[in-house]
T-cell receptor, first 114, second 117 residues
Framework: GENVEQHPSTLSVQEGDSAVIKCTYSDSASNYFPWYKQELGKRPQLIID?????GEKKDQRIAVTLNKTAKHFSLHITETQPEDSAVYFCAAPREGSTLGRLYFGRGTQLTVWP | DTEVTQTPKHLVMGMTNKKSLKCEQH?????MYWYKQKAKKPPELMFVYSYEKLSINESVPSRFSPECPNSSLLNLHLHALQPEDSALYLC????????????????FGPGTRLTVL
């Protein structure tokens, strides 16, 4: 099955700084990489995703980069704000016999200090 | 309607009780999922339904029994649970389970916080 590793497990930054969270995956057949944000007591919400046919995608202060050769992808948040504080999960699915299965990383607790 | 709804929000049950969790979506999605999430952990997949048929059962104990009565509804029947089953149970849906077609964005419901005494 897919193995998704996520680092770091906790990240503290000052408001206005950038934050980077990295994930590696094991299955070269994976072709879709979502990032979810989960605030305390809330549901996971998709914030950005990337497909294997592009190397980078940006949405305002959030960007995701993908390196298929090295099998890793990263979430970049610029100009962080206190409301960015949450747990962030990366994920990767596997096609084929386990169609529909989404493997989640262990999560990164991001704290943005004002 | 772009939401997945779940009821109840909270549930406390004894180990001999039988209860059900409910999930509903009206986005026309044909894939629905049950996840279990413990505190400070990622969601763990339990079941996947595709076109109302059970597609994946992640070796979940039989005290959890899923049901998909129609394309909009997903139930999780609970019986003889253990205290370690206490967790947040999340339902999710996606247009399809196939990522190659770009359909796999999963939308999560707010979850049911389950406590087993």
């Amino acid at each position: 099955g897919e193995n998704v590793e996520q680092h770091p497990s906790t990240l503290s930054v000052q408001e206005g700084d950038s934050a980077v969270i990295k994930c590696t995956y094991s299955d070269s057949a994976s072709n879709y990489f979502p990032w979810y944000k989960q605030e305390l007591g809330k549901r996971p919400q998709l914030i950005i995703d990337i497909r294997s046919n592009v190397g980078e995608k940006k949405d305002q202060r959030i960007a995701v980069t993908l390196n298929k050769t090295a099998k890793h992808f990263s979430l970049h948040i610029t100009e962080t704000q206190p409301e960015d504080s949450a747990v962030y999960f990366c994920a990767a699915p596997r096609e084929g016999s386990t169609l529909g299965r989404l493997y989640f990383g262990r999560g990164t607790q991001l704290t943005v200090w004002p | 309607d772009t939401e997945v709804t779940q009821t109840p929000k909270h549930l406390v049950m004894g180990m001999t009780n039988k209860k059900s969790l409910k999930c509903e979506q009206h986005m026309g999605h044909r894939a629905m999922y049950w996840y279990k999430q413990k505190a400070k952990k990622p969601p763990e997949l339990m079941f996947v339904y595709s076109y109302e048929k059970l597609s994946i059962n992640e070796s979940v104990p039989s005290r959890f029994s899923p049901e998909c009565p129609n394309s909009s509804l997903l139930n999780l029947h609970l019986h003889a649970l253990q205290p370690e089953d206490s967790a947040l149970y999340l339902c999710a849906s996606s247009q399809d389970i196939r990522t190659s077609l770009g359909y796999n964005e999963q939308f999560f419901g707010p979850g049911t916080r389950l406590t087993v005494l």
